[in-house]
T-cell receptor, first 111, second 113 residues
């Protein structure tokens, strides 16, 4: 089955700097790669996703890149703000059926 | 308001006492799933359902049961809870199993003594 590894487990950046979180997956058949953000005490919420037919997708300050050959994908957050502090999860699957999540990255934005 | 609702939100119980966590969604979603969240392990899938009367095991199904008799409800049953089932549980739903976005409930924190 699919296995997703996520790094780093914790990340601390200065406000205004960029943050990058990386994930690798094992199943070459996976074609859907979402990222979820979980604020303290809240439910995970989708922030961006990418399908295997594209290499990059952007939404304002957030971007995701996908390298199918190397089987890794990354989340990039630019111009970080205090409200970006949260736990971020990557995931991989074929559709939503058996979405396998990474271990999570706790991102802290320092003022 | 479109939402996924879980009940109870918090529960402390004792080993062996059967319990059910209710999950209900009002979005007419076909796909529903249960996850448990543990520190350092991320979200791990317990069971999922692609439609009414169709359920299947996720990655950590041992000790759990589910049923899907109605489209909107997907209860998680712990027949004989044990301390290693102490965790934060999330129910989630999606339009279909091929559609990406999962909508999560608020979570149910379960402690088994």
């Amino acid at each position: 089955g699919e296995n997703v590894e996520q790094h780093p487990s914790t990340l601390s950046v200065q406000e205004g700097d960029s943050a990058v979180i990386k994930c690798t997956y094992s199943d070459s058949a996976s074609n859907y790669f979402p990222w979820y953000k979980q604020e303290l005490g809240k439910r995970p919420q989708l922030i961006i996703d990418i399908r295997s037919n594209v290499g990059e997708k952007k939404d304002q300050r957030i971007a995701v890149t996908l390298n199918k050959t190397a089987k890794h994908f990354s989340l990039h957050i630019t111009e970080t703000q205090p409200e970006d502090s949260a736990v971020y999860f990557c995931a991989a699957s074929q559709g939503a059926q058996k979405l396998v999540f990474g271990q999570g990255t706790r991102l802290t934005i320092n003022p | 308001e479109a939402q996924v609702t879980q009940n109870p939100r918090y529960l402390i119980t004792v080993t062996g006492k059967k319990l059910t966590v209710i999950c209900s969604q009002n979005m007419n979603h076909e796909y529903m799933s249960w996850y448990r969240q543990d520190p350092g392990l991320g979200l791990r899938q317990i069971y999922y359902s692609m439609n009414v009367e169709v359920t299947d095991k996720g990655d950590v199904p041992e000790g759990y049961k589910v049923s899907r008799k109605e489209k909107r409800n997907f209860p998680l049953i712990l027949e004989s809870p044990s301390p290693n089932q102490t965790s934060l549980y999330f129910c989630a739903s999606s339009v279909s199993q091929s559609t990406g976005e999962l909508f999560f409930g608020e979570g149910s924190r379960l402690t088994v003594l």
